[in-house]
């Protein structure tokens, strides 16, 4: 035997006598082992190991210790570093079996390096970038002793109004379900019991992002048909990856909130679809079950939630409180908790705790000396993702790509905002290693130019505004307001542009306008921003407009106005030289939008792929007695997959194998696509099907494929893309899965709207 494997050995066997009587069931054989474990445990300590404790001021840490040492936490989240962590693991070691903890934490979009938000990330339609952001996530923070990460958020949001839009990939079921397979894969790496891995929980099961009005934590109401084909394929995608965990949604569906929703969390997620991991219930959740209106008290919130398959209590009280008479009056039965228990004990061997409980918390002698080291972000990798999710909406006269010579106007209230920067969601990030667009043009530029800074304007006018997001920050206010008149603010702004050769306004939304409990009722720029644009407008100067934000906002004012308009979304620690590197041509953009612009918030809901009705209205034909708004031009303003980029692109000869195609059969569908422009590019070139008549209204048009290919200046391709036979398959009336004869429509684009169109029958 090697060194290696007796080193092994003894490691194992060294963790298996850590515990109580594991001599009849070997930490090799995980049933035999937490079967034998569960036999051993108290009530008390298996109603502990259903908790899940938030650290913060809801329970002081001395006194989660001793908890943790009685057996009854079983896991706690919002502690990011090993030192934190430690004493709770050792707490654990005290205890009677000496099951160890768990550390989890909302790792979305990075953990101390800041990438992208996830709207953002989607943008990229770069996989690779995407799982990119998921391992270098894992990596820092697993060093930080986290265990489990409450991500990827595959919610389908079409309604912008929604502030958690930005913690989403989009409005479209086929990229946020692909998007879900590598997060998790990503996330979890070979093995979620790695120690540079972190376990998955998919979030927030399910329909969150169809709150009704786009009003946070509101109810949800749904045909099953939408629901089975637009909704739920995201999360049946992590849990096909082998996500470890699920996150219960805060909302009801169908007036039965997901909490207590046993057809969801039994029939669906563990029958049918095969789950055989953790559910962990949303903040304080299970309480919501009274003011839901389903639960008369707490004790008849935890019997609902326990039986209806809710495995963790987040930020508990009542399981602890409520679980042990429950089940002393026949309420519930020993077995609702025993599988619970038996759910979080098998999480735990999944993430290599009983083999080792250090596994990602390490020796106090290898911390590091600084946390927060600069030397332990992962920048290289942060700009280039950046630079991949930002999306040219406007370039006319070819303002972009600005050249690295005279003077610039930079204005505007984000345009040195470090916090903003992170977006939000942005775990361990450190606002003062975020670069903004003012340090990044400074490092671009050097003394190439000069550019003269002006803020402009404050993000709002509105005091009620400012004093609502300030109060969502628990440490510090995050808007810190210019104390300066309005007029003065623009003064200033105004006179730095008449002194440039162009102007570039950083405009939008400050990161908690997009976020949980920031829903909208407008889609608009703030006024006080608008009255910045309107005079650097009548400066006659070029104007750049930069947008930070995180939801699609409504621009067909900014649209008139602006000569370029760069969508960079928050776009993290990277973010500001990203953003330079772009503006001054140093990067080529690329990034396609994932989720629809409307013009207005009065065409909400706005997305791609709506279901093909009686009377549409069509484009250059009257508008009477059509399903369309009178006041404004019908349609988005910037569509689906939409994004310019500095070169051009053309498509031509889309030819399909067959004309028709047999049920089990595949189909190539084949595309030329040409870089027309003078600069190498890339471009993301698109493939839809249209069901044109099935048993049921069918979608309009439906994302199936695409491919992002980078092009030389003049280089063509030919690409190819492989119909199966599963895209052209839906859910039908009955809910089968199941594909019907009859015409299909393919259209390949370099956006949802502009595509070029082919049809074949399925026999």
């Known amino acids: 035997m090697n060194k290696l494997c007796l080193l092994g050995l003894v490691v194992s066997l060294a963790s298996q006598s850590a515990y109580a009587d594991t001599s009849a069931a070997p930490l090799q054989d995980k049933q035999a082992f937490i079967a034998n474990l569960i036999k051993q445990m108290t009530l008390d300590e298996k109603i502990g190991q259903l908790r899940l404790i938030s650290i913060g001021p809801e329970m002081p840490r001395e006194m989660i210790r001793k908890e943790i040492a009685a057996g009854r936490i079983g896991g706690t989240f919002n502690s990011i570093t090993r030192a934190e962590n430690r004493p709770m693991q050792d707490a654990a070691a005290k205890s009677r079996l000496k099951i160890p903890m768990f550390f989890a934490y909302d790792v979305i979009h990075g953990h101390r390096t800041i990438f992208p938000i996830s709207l953002g990330l989607a943008a990229s339609w770069d996989m690779d970038a995407i799982a990119k952001v998921g391992r270098v996530s894992a990596l820092e923070a697993a060093s930080d002793g986290i265990d489990m990460t409450f991500a990827p958020m595959v919610d389908i949001a079409r309604d912008p109004r929604w502030g958690r839009t930005s913690e989403g990939f989009g409005e479209d079921t086929y990229l946020v379900s692909r998007i ?15 120690p540079t891995s972190l376990m998955a929980a998919v979030k927030h099961f399910a329909l969150y992002g169809a709150v009704e009005g786009g009003r946070d934590y509101n109810t949800v109401d749904m045909s099953p048909t939408k629901m089975f084909n637009d909704y739920l394929p995201p999360y049946r995608a992590a849990i096909d990856a082998g996500a470890g965990g699920v996150m219960v949604a805060l909302n009801s569906i169908n007036g039965v909130p997901a909490t207590s929703n046993t057809w969801l969390m039994n029939d669906l997620l563990r029958k049918d679809w095969g789950f055989k991991g953790v559910t962990v219930s949303d903040h304080g959740a299970i309480t919501e079950l009274v003011r839901h209106g389903v639960a008369r008290d707490g004790r008849e919130a935890a019997k609902l939630a326990i039986k209806a398959g809710i495995d963790l209590s987040m930020n508990d009280s009542l399981y602890g409180e409520e679980l042990a008479s429950l089940l002393k009056a026949g309420e519930v039965d020993q077995a609702d908790i025993d599988n619970a228990v038996r759910e979080v004990l098998g999480a735990k061997y999944d993430m290599g705790l009983f083999e080792d409980p250090y596994r990602r918390i390490g020796k106090a002698s290898d911390d590091p000396a600084d946390t927060y080291a600069d030397s332990r972000l992962h920048r290289a990798e942060a700009r280039d993702v950046a630079r991949r999710s930002l999306v040219l909406l406007e370039n006319r006269k070819q ?151 995180g939801r699609p906002l409504s621009l ?75 006041e404004e031009p019908n349609g988005p303003l910037y569509p689906f997959g939409y994004g310019l980029s500095y070169s051009d692109f053309s498509l031509s000869n889309l030819s399909l194998s067959s004309k028709t195609v047999k049920q089990g059969q595949d189909l190539d569908a084949s595309i030329v696509v040409k870089n027309t422009g003078k600069r190498d590019g890339e471009t993301v070139v698109q493939l839809y099907l249209q069901d044109v008549t099935a048993s049921m209204s069918r979608p309009i048009k439906e994302l199936k494929n695409f491919h992002k290919v980078m092009l030389k200046a003049g280089e063509e391709r030919t690409l190819h893309f492989t119909i199966k036979a599963d895209d052209l398959k839906f859910y039908n009336g009955q809910l089968q899965w199941a594909a019907e004869p009859g015409e299909f429509r393919v259209q390949v684009g370099l956006d949802s709207q502009a595509v070029q169109q082919q049809s074949f029958e399925l026999l």
């Open 180 to 194: 879900s397979k590598v997060m998790v894969e990503s996330f979890q790496g070979q093995s979620p019991a790695a």
């Open 556 to 630: 067909a004012w900014e649209r008139e106005q602006a000569d370029a308009i760069l969508e960079t979304w928050f776009s993290g620690t990277e973010g500001g030289n990203a953003i330079a590197d772009v503006l001054f041509g140093d990067y080529n953009p690329s990034g396609k939008l994932a989720i629809t612009f409307p013009r207005s918030v009065g065409q909400i809901p706005m997305y791609y792929n709506h279901l093909s009705i009686g009377r549409p209205f069509t484009p250059g034909k009257p508008g009477n007695y059509t399903s369309q708004y009178f």
């Open 399 to 549: 303002t972009l790509p600005l050249k690295k010579a005279g003077t610039i106007a930079l204005v505007g209230p984000l345009a040195d905002a470090p916090i903003d920067m992170m977006g939000s969601w942005a775990a361990a990030g450190r606002p003062h290693q975020s670069i903004t667009v003012r340090e990044g043009m400074r490092q671009v530029l050097g003394d190439k130019a000069k550019v003269i800074y002006a803020k402009g304007s404050n993000v709002t006018h509105d005091k009620a505004i400012l004093d609502y997001l300030n109060f969502l920050n628990f440490d510090a206010p995050e808007i810190v307001d210019d104390p300066r008149p309005a007029a003065v603010l623009i003064d200033e702004a105004v006179k730095a542009a008449k002194q440039s050769d162009v102007v570039v306004a950083v405009v939008g939304e400050s990161r908690g306008m997009s976020h949980e409990s920031s829903s909208r009722t407008t889609l608009e720029i703030p006024a006080a921003q608008r009255e910045l644009i309107k005079a650097l407008k009548a400066t006659g100067k070029p104007l750049v407009l930069v947008l930070m934000n």
